[in-house]
């Protein structure tokens, strides 16, 4: 058990049959118990109930006990790079900065601050991650941790001889393609079609720059040169008069096992063809806002159908990788969304898009006995849910 700043307790239950008390129990966001128990066997949890415990529990107070939060897009490789960009300057001009900065620091400053970042995300009750890296230093990071979650290889440029040469040894371990933009159709294509083999999560940054946006409809622009500068053939790629939504729409990217992230650039057409195929959308509205200016659409999203879940980004774009914050944050930008469906953003939401709903997002049976108990006191459902998305 680890307590943070936030009086937030993480419990992983060991396999001794325990009942834990606490004021109120949050199975799910519609699901609220007050004065309740967990009772927990094996790792798993074998009911929740009302009242008081007959026999003898853990009591952890006035409280909340709740599902573990999950962070579905971070790159923990960046964390060292945290507070140490310019992000006013436009975007390219920052992952150009990322891009030599990240190669001043060396390869043990970044495996010691991964190392840290995990270290928070635990103590501050982000047990699952859906984590980017291209280094393939984070792996091993996440396995000599308490965390879960997908660890994603991502790659990029147009050499598909780097992927094929790649191991895919574990079941947590997926593959990402960067970006419509920065990636070659052939190579996309390769990574989903070996995920797809598998059953696994694919992840995919979207609609994400106006370069992005530009390149993919117009064929031209700043990006396209840069491109060309790189000695990366872009003639033979399907674009022009497209979305980047529509462009890997027509490569029969979009389908359930794909985690689309940011949705920053997006039309109506665009989100309802992400609603149909039922892609997984995550969004990072704290990285958007810092980057690009702007926020994702979220309350549209849901409109038609999407159920977004929570990323952060990296360090190098973000404050913190707790998902308390990106709720806090959502909770203020978007006062349309009410607590109960930022809740499950962080939670349920975040398990779906990884593919690891049968272990958690819940509190309910069957699920793992893995969960946080926060210190508060709340009048009602309503209330409590809003302190808790409101990170007070
Ligand atoms: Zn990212």
């Known amino acids: 058990m680890t307590m943070n700043e936030k009086n937030v307790v993480c419990i992983q239950s060991s396999d001794a049959r325990e009942l834990h008390r606490a004021g109120w129990i949050i199975i799910d966001s519609s699901t609220i118990i007050e004065n309740g128990y967990l009772e927990i066997k094996n790792g798993s949890i074998l009911g929740v109930h009302k009242g008081m415990p007959k026999e003898r529990s853990i009591d952890h107070g006035p409280g909340v006990l709740m599902p573990p939060l999950v962070n579905t897009h971070l790159h923990l490789e960046l964390s060292a790079l945290k507070n140490s960009l310019t992000v006013d300057k436009g975007f390219a001009f920052w992952v150009k900065q990322l891009l030599e900065k990240r190669e001043a620091l060396g390869e043990e400053k970044l495996i010691k601050e991964a190392q840290k970042a995990v270290r928070d995300l635990v103590k501050s009750g982000n047990l699952y991650v859906g984590d980017i890296s291209t280094l393939g230093m984070i792996k091993s990071i996440i396995e000599d941790s308490t965390l879960n979650g997908v660890c994603f290889h991502e790659f990029l440029g147009s050499d598909i001889q780097s992927f094929f040469t790649q191991k895919n040894?574990?079941?947590?371990?997926?593959?990402?393609?960067?970006?419509?933009?920065?990636?070659?159709?052939?190579?996309?294509?390769?990574?989903k079609k070996r995920t797809d083999l598998d059953g696994l999560p694919f992840s995919i940054h979207v609609a994400e720059s106006d370069d992005e946006s530009k390149f993919i409809h117009d064929k031209k622009g700043g990006w396209a040169d840069f491109l060309t500068s790189r000695g990366i053939d872009w003639a033979s790629w399907n674009i022009g008069l497209k979305t980047p939504v529509s462009y890997i729409a027509d490569m029969g990217l979009l389908d359930p096992l794909t985690i689309a992230v940011h949705l920053l650039n997006v039309n109506d057409k665009d989100l309802e063809t992400i609603a149909r195929s039922k892609a997984k959308v995550c969004v990072c509205p704290r990285s958007n806002k810092n980057l690009h200016g702007k926020l994702p659409d979220i309350e549209k999203m849901i409109k038609k159908g999407i159920k977004p879940s929570l990323g952060t980004d990296s360090l190098a774009s973000c404050d913190s990788l707790?998902?308390?914050?990106?709720?806090?944050?959502?909770?203020?930008?978007?006062?349309?969304?009410?607590?109960?469906?930022?809740?499950?953003?962080g939670t349920i939401n975040g398990a779906r898009t990884l593919g690891v709903e049968r272990l958690t997002g819940t509190l309910s049976k069957g699920k793992r006995a893995q969960f946080l108990y926060q210190s508060l006191t709340a009048t009602n459902q309503k209330d409590l849910l809003e302190r808790i998305t409101s990170n007070e």
Not at 169 to 191: E, I, K, M, N, R
Not at 339 to 344: D, H, L, Q, Y
């Open 322 to 345: 707790n998902v308390f914050d990106e709720m806090a944050f959502v909770q203020k930008h978007y006062p349309g969304l009410d607590p109960a469906t930022i809740f499950s953003m």
């Open 169 to 191: 040894d574990a079941v947590s371990f997926s593959l990402a393609g960067h970006a419509p933009h920065t990636t070659s159709p052939q190579l996309l294509s390769a990574l």
